[in-house]
């Protein structure tokens, strides 16, 4: 089957310490997003891959890292200087970069206390 | 930078009754995607226009995309329990930086 996996599905964390969302694709997809849920707003981008070992950030960068070290693999991690880190976080892939149809991945609510 | 807009951010109906999400972009849009959003589920693309004046259709839903490719509208007719959810429009800008542009999203609810 293939798709997007993210895991975990709920993570709690103390205030404080930096946590690694990880996002795993096994479509063969070059492009992959991290996107920010919060409610009541749209999706807003943190960083995107256009191809294995580039990434950019995107319109909400500041206080997050990631790496694409291989094509199938795009974690991101939550550093202590993210102001205000809880909300749900999507990972998504696309064929190529650019105006193609997005799969996302299930979703990792992040709660930091 | 470029955004994008969308009405209304709730919308309740009665089951069979029509419902409609409208999305407006500050700028020339060069295609639009919908998504549709189950609630705590993830984002599930729908269909996505690319031409001026565009309509598709699937099924009960009916998607438009403007003349001037700056503002795009799903209409949904005769509402089921199964179309509850949140209704997203992006955009990639003509200007093309590739990144796609989300709306706030539309949450449907329907009342059986």
């Known amino acids: 089957d293939g798709g997007i996996t993210q895991s975990p599905k709920y993570l709690f964390r103390k205030e404080g310490q930096n946590v690694t969302l990880s996002c795993e694709q096994n479509?063969?997809?070059?492009?992959m997003y991290w996107y920010r849920q919060d409610p009541g707003q749209g999706l807003r981008l943190i960083y995107y891959?256009?191809?294995?070992?580039?990434?950019q950030k995107g319109d909400i960068a500041e206080g997050y890292s990631v790496s694409r070290e291989k094509k199938e693999s795009f974690p991101l991690t939550v550093t202590s200087a993210q102001k205000n880190p809880t909300a749900f976080y999507l990972c998504?892939?696309?064929?190529?970069?650019?105006?193609?149809?997005?799969?996302f991945g299930p979703g990792t609510r992040l709660t930091v206390t | 930078g470029q955004q994008v807009m969308q009405i209304p951010q709730y919308q309740h109906v009665q089951e069979g009754e029509d419902f409609t999400t409208y999305c407006n972009s500050s700028?020339?849009?060069?295609?639009i995607q919908w998504y549709k959003q189950r609630p705590g589920g993830h984002p599930v693309f729908l269909i996505q226009?690319?031409?001026?004046?565009e309509v598709k259709k699937q099924k009960r839903l009916t998607f438009q995309f403007g003349e001037a490719k700056k503002n795009s509208s799903l209409h949904i007719t005769a509402t089921q329990t199964t179309d509850v959810g949140t209704y997203f429009c992006?955009?990639?800008?003509?200007?093309?930086?590739?990144?796609?542009?989300f709306g706030q999203g539309t949450t449907l609810q329907v009342k059986p």
């Open positions: 226009l690319v031409k001026s004046g």
């Open positions: 998504a892939s696309s064929i190529a970069f650019g105006g193609y149809e997005q799969y």
């Open positions: 479509l063969n997809h070059d492009a």
């Open positions: 700028t020339t849009l060069s295609n």
């Open positions: 891959s256009q191809i294995v070992n580039d990434f």
């Open positions: 992006a955009g990639h800008g003509s200007s093309n930086t590739g990144k796609l542009i």
